[in-house]
């Protein structure tokens, strides 16, 4: 047996009261000692704004030295511009900002993102109870940077009564797809009175998982080309833009293209719309009918990708500044939090321990739709991530928009695009 001595554990005892020394004054060190006026930057649009309200009062109660200014600063492309130019320009930063998922890798690699590591160890903040996918999608490099907030994927809203009434088949595969468009859509002397579905083309978000699900790399393991321009990817728009040719479907861009859509589905004039599942809740209030969701059709795979916005603190604010908007993200992205988002909006439930829980099912007894998503959970990937990923989108964008929409060749088109993309890549 053996012999313990009685220094061999005073020692021992010694080292953990150190150890528990340390970690208090580290968790000490990311404290609020003083009062202090904080800045939210979002891109949370009107509808939206009862609900800040009310999240940030009950912050500040529970958080009496910190007093929180949310500012709407436009959509995700706005104030990702406004963020760049105040880090740049090293004038007054908020405390804390969201940013739509695919901005994190640019963020990472210049700087911009406080590391959350030191502050989540110190503060014993519950990282685990995020998915893999979601703890992926708000890092960079191994490195947490920013962390889940409000997220959400793409998916097909329909309308259910027009679907019962007239046994229309949601498609499962791609290949269903051209049977679903003729079956939903009323096309009488080229005329459309009702569209199969809308596709958004102002955010390639919204059709990137097509080429996706079709073993398209979208940018290769190289990191400096596309396969955009490849036979498979010229099959998939130049079905895109049958459709549309078709008058099935309709591409939908330019100005006011999103509320528009919204109008069109509202009042039956289309039976689908392929959108985010944010805003179910909208849905679900202005129509006068029972809205479904539907889990985009697979080929090869059938997956769908994180979307919505992350919360990061940015790396140039003083300590201070930093420990405030830490208390402020780490509240925002909490389970209590999430939950009330996820009820309110049609925001997703980001937490393990609520989606698989008693609570996960409470949430679909309210929003059954929902199910759709829940089912394939395990489907939801993080989106790709490249420094140069927001000009690849511009390109692809822009390029698909005015090919389907003016017209021309769509191989022409797709190659000259992937041209484009890898030149942004390897910039």
Known sequence: MRIISRRS??????????????NAQSAKQYEVTKPIKIEWWHALESQYAPLIERVVAEFERQNPLIDVE????????????KLIAAHAAGVTLPAVTVANTPYIAEYGASGVCEVLDPYIKATKFDLGDFGSGLKVASSYGGKQVSLPFLISTQIMFYNKDMAKAEKIKLPETWAEMDSFMQKASKVSGGVTERYATVIPGWDQWYFETFFLNNGIAIVNKDGETTDLGAPAAIAVASKLKQWCDSKYAYWAYGKDASSVMRQNFIEGKTFSVIHTTSLYNMYATNCKFEVGMHYLPGAKTRDSEIGGCVLLIPRKNSQEVKNAGWKLLSFLTGKEVNMLWARETGYMPTRNSVTRTSEGKAFLAEKPAFKAVFDNLDHINPRIQHTAYSALSKIWMQELAKVIIEGGDVAQAMKKASILIDEALQD
């Open 9 to 22: 554990i005073a020692v021992a005892a010694l080292l953990v009261v150190a150890a528990l020394g340390a």
């Open 70 to 81: 949310a500012i709407y600063q436009g959509s995700y492309k706005d104030l990702n511009e």
